[in-house]
């Protein structure tokens, strides 16, 4: 996007004038510590914002895996499915997802970077919580991966915990963001 | 018991009892899902074996 006239920046603004409303706000930014198996933010959620983002970049895996979601406390109930592909594999995509699972599938964990841009609807709602994220195994012959899913249960959720499936995960960060009611 | 460091917001420590099994029963979950998903893979190949197609036959029949 280019820069409007009369502005020096185009990058999301943090803070605002009273009585402006920023449609993304950061609510948090986490640096992942070294050789940790999980990542909990622990006030994400509250009943200012109804929908989030969640950003991880940077860092590093000690081995290829992905990052489970799971939202406070929940063990079960998780479901989604989404489609992968490779760039090796031309136009072929294939089809993955759980039922009644113990996580969500949320995002990347590879030995040169972890990636995540997750979506979550109303986890601070008395509503079933929904979730889409993309994300990209960033080895050679790495898969991209689109999912989308939802939670059987209406807790009202303030924090969340990314874990890796194998290994432990060192460095970057997970940013979380707002998206404004109005 | 393998041990594991979990992060809560800035602050690193080691994983309770509760909090590895939790992680090693996720593991488990997520290595029987790959064993069914490669059981699913096996079956359709003896299905389309049997019926003498390949698999970029049955996608263009079957859409999937």
């Known amino acids: 996007m280019g820069v409007p006239s009369g502005y020096t920046s185009a990058q999301v603004v943090q803070a605002v004038p009273t009585g402006i409303n920023s449609a993304l706000v950061l609510i948090s930014s986490t640096t992942i510590g070294s050789a940790v198996a999980s990542v909990t933010v622990s006030s994400a959620f509250s009943s200012t914002y109804d929908n989030y983002k969640i950003i991880v970049s940077g860092g590093v895996a000690s081995t290829d895996s992905f990052l489970k979601l799971t939202l406070g406390a929940t063990a079960t109930g998780y479901y989604y499915f989404g489609v992968y592909g490779s760039a090796n594999w031309g136009s072929t995509v294939s089809g993955d997802g759980a039922a009644n699972t113990t996580f969500w599938s949320s995002g990347s964990a590879s030995a040169n970077s972890l990636n995540a841009n997750i979506e979550l609807i109303a986890p601070n709602l008395a509503k079933n919580t929904s979730y889409t994220t993309i994300y990209s195994n960033t080895r050679t012959g790495g898969t991209h991966i689109m999912y989308g899913g939802y939670l059987t249960d209406t807790t009202q959720y303030t924090a969340f915990t990314l874990t890796t499936n194998s290994g432990t995960i060192t460095g970057g960060t997970i940013r979380v963001y707002g998206y404004a009611n109005s | ?64």
Do not use: H, N
């Open chain 2, 1 to 64: 018991m393998a041990t594991y460091k979990v992060q809560i917001d800035d602050v690193v420590r080691d994983a309770t009892p509760a909090e590895v099994a939790q992680i090693e029963t996720r593991q488990a979950e997520v290595e029987a899902q790959a064993e069914a998903a490669e059981a699913r893979a096996v079956a359709r190949q003896a299905v389309l074996d049997r019926l003498g197609l390949t698999e970029q036959e049955a996608q263009l029949l079957l859409g999937s």
